[in-house]
């Protein structure tokens, strides 16, 4: 290793503490709400965001499923893939949108669901077409009136003029592959035959 890179490694060391503060107070989370959400004690939480206690991976997973954002994120990783994406994600209405492709055509998401359970399910409707791949967790999606529960490696295509809601089945996040393209357009799955 080059002393150079040594810096870069200490340097990144150091923002996890500011960046783990930041994403508690953009959550509206004290640290003792936070201590109770992961487990780990308030102390040793306001140790790692001052800086005077290092990470483990023990603690960094479960403030990045409380958080709802990739491990990366959390320790600053270097971005790596095709350069011209810039995987910058996107929270709205609690939801957590990581965009996995250009625009234009059929946009990719991956979507990070936490649970939400004094938050009542409002279906939507809107342009388009969507189709629904369960990575982690359990997904409950609301379609008109039916209810369907899909588990990782299920997933589900719709027309959006449907009423819908998608959220977790469970206390756990529900993390998804979305793939959204403009109506007509649907995904197309072809297998071959041997």
């Given amino acids: 290793m080059t002393a150079a890179h040594d810096i870069e490694k200490k340097d990144r060391l150091a923002a996890v503490g500011p960046r783990l503060r930041d994403l508690r107070r953009r959550h509206g989370l004290t640290l003792a709400g936070l201590a109770e959400q992961t487990g780990i004690n308030e102390s040793t939480l306001s140790r790692l965001e001052g800086g005077t206690r290092k990470p483990t991976l023990e603690m960094l997973l479960p403030l990045a499923e409380v958080y709802a954002v990739p491990l990366d994120e959390l320790v600053g990783a270097p971005r790596t893939g095709d350069p011209r994406i810039h995987l910058k994600p996107v929270t709205r209405n609690g939801m957590t949108f990581v965009p996995l492709s250009r625009p234009g055509g059929v946009q990719a998401h991956k979507l990070l669901i936490p649970p939400r359970p004094d938050v009542e399910p409002q279906l939507n409707t809107h342009e388009g077409f969507e189709w629904v791949y369960v990575l982690a967790g359990r997904l409950r999606l609301l379609l008109g009136d039916k209810t369907v529960i899909l588990k990782p490696g299920e997933a589900a295509e719709f027309d959006t003029h ?28 072809r297998a071959r035959t041997t």
């Fill in 162 to 189: 449907v009423p819908h809601w998608l959220g977790p089945d469970d206390d756990r996040t529900v993390e998804l592959l979305i793939l959204f393209g403009a109506q007509g357009e649907r995904a197309h799955l």
